[in-house]
């Protein structure tokens, strides 16, 4: 299939050398049976590579089924996969189809990969290598003709040698390994995903959209871009639908990425590629936590030249106390793990307990927030 066609037909847009090898390695290995790993940070879109895979081959008239690891507690994780037998567990009224199962055929796509537990590990490996597995409550032995694309944005190979993940599995999935570049690696393409993210949005909402001014197309290629395409769609959308028929200058951009934590334009953020989900949605916390102590800090200060009494902040009120003195700094901080904690049960009160947009709003996996909940004795 032409390059050109196929990038327009799939959606993955790009000019850059990194985006046009990435295609290739697609199209050479959509039409074959082999098992792919997508890698990449948050916000890549390894999704859209998948399904562009299962779009280029022999199995595209069948299901493509998207199972999220990371969003399935440990408890119904095989239930989920595999399915289960009627009365096999408490609440099992029904006999159930797992993903595998309805994907029978055609494609599985398993996000999050890095977050099977190690037990669930064994049976995923066992579908891998001859296509078997056993519904829960179940001692027969079931056939499934599926193509498995898995992805994660965690490095297996640290996982492996921490115990996190089975080394057997990760040679088996490494096989193909598709790298999708972070956003600031290939930042010459930002100008077509711009352009094509707003033509879209305009399109769907029925907004006029002025064009951006190449001052500004200059900052959007100078950020950093963390959350990378996802950030930068979310970004786009904010904008068009807020300055609706304005033309988009260098201030507008800035206000938008203000709001998303950005001090200024080329900020020279630390990139942490090496590194686990877990560490790195721990820094990405520390982050938000660090600019919620600053905020605190400023109100401290104000509340130091006024008389010693609480002051009223949205009808709550802010303690002129902290945890810990750093006295040789003159600075006051609070514990990473009260901060953390604190964060997490501010999430939890905003969303009502619904613990899946607290997860998302501190971008974090539900099973790390399930896990953070326990740990600190939330629940």
């Known amino acids: 299939m032409d390059r050109d066609l196929f990038q327009k037909e799939s959606g993955i847009i790009g000019e850059s050398i990194e985006m046009k090898e990435l295609v290739d390695v697609v199209l050479q290995v959509a039409p074959t049976d082999i098992t792919v790993l997508i890698t990449g940070e948050s916000g890549v879109g390894k999704e859209l590579v998948a399904k562009a895979i299962h779009s280029a081959s022999r199995r595209k008239l069948r299901p493509l089924v998207s199972v999220n690891a990371g969003a399935i507690p440990e408890g119904i994780m095989e239930s989920e996969l595999f399915g ?50 056993m519904r829960v409550g179940s001692s027969t032995a079931r056939k499934v003709d599926a193509r498995v694309i898995a992805a994660t944005n965690k490095d297996l190979e640290s996982e492996v040698k921490h115990g996190n993940f089975r080394a057997d599995l990760f040679f088996r999935l490494r096989s193909i390994n598709i790298r999708i570049p972070a956003l600031r690696e290939h930042r010459e393409d930002i100008p077509l995903l711009f352009q094509e993210i707003a033509r879209h949005v305009a399109e769907k909402n029925n907004i006029s959209f002025a064009g951006i001014t190449p001052d500004a197309m200059e900052y959007l290629k100078g950020y950093q871009w963390p959350g990378n395409v996802r950030e930068l769609r979310n970004t786009v959308e904010s904008m068009l639908v807020v300055e609706r028929g304005r033309l988009i200058d260098t201030a507008s951009i800035r206000k938008y990425l203000k709001e998303a934590g950005d001090d200024g334009h080329n900020r020279n953020l630390p990139v942490f590629t090496h590194k686990s989900a877990e560490q790195v949605e721990r820094e990405l916390i520390y982050r938000a936590l660090l600019e919620v102590k600053s905020d605190i800090m400023d109100i401290k200060g104000m509340l130091a030249q006024q008389p010693r009494s609480p002051v009223a902040v949205n009808s709550q009120y802010v303690e002129a106390h902290v945890d810990t003195d750093n006295h040789s700094t003159g600075e006051n901080f609070v514990p990473l793990n009260e901060m953390e904690k604190r964060m997490i049960l501010s999430a939890l009160e905003r969303f009502n307990d619904n613990r899946r947009l607290a997860s998302k709003a501190l971008n974090i996996s539900e099973r790390t927030l399930y896990r953070k909940i326990k740990e600190y004795g939330l629940e």
């Open 84 to 133: 289960h037998e009627k009365g096999s567990f408490t609440g099992a009224s029904d006999t159930r189809k797992g993903y595998f199962e309805l994907a029978d055929g055609g494609t599985i796509f398993l996000d999050e990969i890095g977050e099977l537990p190690i037990g669930t590990q064994v049976k995923f490996l066992r579908v891998l290598e001859n296509g078997e597995y």
